[in-house]
């Protein structure tokens, strides 16, 4: 009986070793993590697996979820998993509730890893859960060093955009700030970000504007210091030859080379050209093919232009591959861009508008749009930029104002180092607006404070903001402004504890003098093709679309996109102002999507005066 049972053992436990060996292989792979890969995919996993697998999409779900910012939905997900977990599904979960505590600004204790346990790409994660504790708690030092920290352990993938993350932050420190990060003895790379970020600030200082400087002075004085910031970082490049930075310094001297890439394309160019949506499509198609007059140094296009109301999206895409057409670019309307991606064509493309979920495709299909979330993006950065710690957003109450609150709100939390939160308004259309206004109800500076996840938290804060940012067509916005009057009983926007800002939405070519009267030292954001058109006619752009902006800025989009073909091959990493466009300053991400910043402008008593920001 015991030889028997001596006999079974000898088959059973090689046989349970092959087991348990493969059960952790499945399971350490099933942790991979895939960033192509949405929540909803994980989620599908979890729910046709069981045991230990079921338990590690469920870890791969609350990953994506939080990339996501679905952080409720996350939160959900991790207080349903088991009690007992295996070290690996431990760690996982430790690290996801990092990110979420950072994310809802809130403590975590950092004491419960062990690092030496931790693999690369663990340590990672979990340096950027300590930056961002360290943001939260206004940790200048520890911050540099977190930097330091993530560089030894990122991927090549993410390499440039952690650079470019790292000097954003060394480059907003002001010099009292700076001077708070301690450096050791051997931290040469540390003190060479420092070194840097002085040489940068001293080389960046404007001149004094004069008011006897004639358009020829201020080009020379903005060439000059083009030129003294080039040598200084030439400068601080020589001392510092190895610096991971050496991968940026073109960026920071305005040199990037932008390259067209070779021989001229075959382009199908998928717009809309008949319907209601007609005058886009045609004004984007007269930009597009107007691109050459503006910029005759680059190369012909082949175009063919096909109309998007004519036939289905599978047909047009069929006919650009008869025509051996090389890139496609559009089409323009949001649902169509949707339809066209599940298509998945074989041509790469260019489309010009953006859907919500950009994961990547099997083929190559970058994003340019006019985004209203692109301009919150660059409202947040704007202000920021202008040392405000409290901005309250007014949004139309849909679906639009929605996704603008979200946009700032995204964009201001990455930005801000002290803590600080948006808040946002909304109001109803303007019968509604109208009508308070009649019943002299003013609109109070109070707002909610916007979470990322999409939610709204807490009641509504009604004191010390410093900047509100106005989202609203010209209409809207001529109520707006006297009821915030009313409201605040004073005049917002000429006192210097709040600062209005307004988007491109509500400016108009007609404004009424009343209106800019009112507007007096309201900023407001526009591309460069519309300011510059300002202060004089551009005889490039044809008569029929000069007095209305709106169309002017589809014109100036159909040139960008026109340039961005030249250079599409470039355009799938991360590279900040990568084109001076005619709709801003163009930058690329890791998704292929093409983001803007926006000039900056004033109003003042009725005249537009230019800030910093738009030279």
């Not at 993590?33 to 046709?48: E, H, M």
């Not at 009821?483 to 939405?505: E, P, R």
């Not at 014109?555 to 799938?572: P, V």
Request: glycine share 4%.
């Amino acid at each position: 009986m015991n030889l028997k049972r001596y006999f079974y053992a000898i088959l059973i436990i090689p046989l349970f070793t092959f087991l348990v060996c493969c059960t952790l292989g499945n399971s350490e792979k099933s942790l991979n993590f895939d960033d192509n890969k949405n929540s909803s995919y994980y989620l599908s996993q979890a729910d046709n697996s069981s045991g230990i697998d079921k338990v590690n999409w469920q870890l791969l779900a609350i990953r994506a979820l939080i990339k996501e910012n679905k952080f409720s939905q996350a939160t959900t997900l991790l207080s349903n998993l088991p009690p007992k977990l295996n070290d690996e599904q431990q760690k996982e979960k430790l690290l996801s509730e990092g990110q979420i505590a950072v994310k809802k600004r809130k403590s975590f204790d950092l004491n419960q890893f062990t690092i030496e346990n931790l693999s690369n790409s663990q340590l990672y994660r979990y340096y950027i859960i300590k930056l961002g504790l360290d943001i939260n708690g206004k940790d200048i030092n520890a911050q540099a060093h977190d930097y330091l920290q993530l560089e030894k352990y990122v991927s090549e993938t993410e390499k440039r955009q952690l650079l470019n993350n790292t000097w954003n932050f060394f480059r907003k420190l002001k010099s009292g700030k700076i001077r708070k990060i301690l450096v050791d003895e051997n931290e040469t790379i540390l003190q060479g970000w420092v070194d840097l970020a002085y040489a940068y600030q001293n080389a960046s200082k404007a001149s004094t504007p004069q008011d006897d400087d004639t358009p020829e002075i201020i080009a020379t004085k903005s060439e000059n210091q083009k030129q003294l910031l080039k040598q200084a970082i030439n400068n601080w490049a020589i001392q510092y030859p190895d610096h991971p930075a050496k991968e940026i310094i073109s960026i920071l001297t305005g040199e990037q080379t932008l390259a067209v890439d070779a021989n001229a394309k075959k382009v199908a160019l998928l717009l809309p050209l008949n319907s209601s949506s007609r005058i886009f499509g045609e004004t984007i198609r007269q930009g597009y093919m107007d691109g050459i007059k503006f910029f005759p140094q680059e190369p012909q296009q082949n175009v063919i232009i096909l109309d998007t109301t004519s036939a289905s999206m599978n047909t047009l895409i069929q006919q650009a591959q008869e025509q051996n057409v090389e890139l496609i670019v559009g089409p323009l309307l949001k649902k169509e861009v949707i339809e066209l991606k599940s298509l998945e064509p074989a041509i790469p493309v260019l489309a010009l508008n953006k859907v919500d979920n950009t994961t990547t495709s099997a083929n190559k299909i970058c994003y340019f749009a006019l985004s209203p979330e692109d301009e919150a993006k660059d409202a947040a950065d704007h202000i920021y930029s202008q040392n405000k710690i409290k901005p309250l957003l007014l949004v139309p109450q849909n679906d639009l104002g929605k996704r603008v609150a979200q946009s700032f709100a995204v964009q201001w939390s990455q930005l801000s180092a002290n803590s600080s939160q948006a808040y946002v308004q909304y109001f109803g259309n303007t019968q509604t607006l109208s009508a308070n206004m009649n019943r002299n109800i003013g609109i109070s500076l109070a707002g909610n404070p916007i979470l990322i996840d999409e939610t709204l938290s807490g009641g509504m804060v009604s004191a010390g903001f410093d900047a509100i940012y106005v989202y609203s067509s010209y209409d809207e916005l001529t109520l707006i402004k006297p009821m915030l009057d009313m409201g605040a009983n004073k005049t917002i926007g000429n006192s210097s504890a709040v600062t209005l800002y307004s988007s491109s939405k509500s400016h108009v070519a007609n404004a009424s003098n009343d209106f800019n009267y009112d507007m007096n030292k309201t900023e407001y954001a526009d591309i460069p093709m519309v300011i510059n058109q300002m202060d004089k006619v551009n005889t490039n752009i044809p008569s029929n679309i000069q007095k209305d902006y709106s169309l002017i800025r589809l014109y100036a989009m159909g040139i960008d996109a026109w340039r961005l073909t030249n250079r599409f091959n470039q355009l799938n990493s991360y590279q900040p102002n990568f084109l001076d466009g005619m709709t801003g300053k163009l930058s690329t991400s890791d998704q292929c999507e093409v983001t803007r910043a926006l000039s900056w402008q004033q109003y003042i008593y009725g005249e537009d005066k230019s800030d910093s920001k738009s030279e």
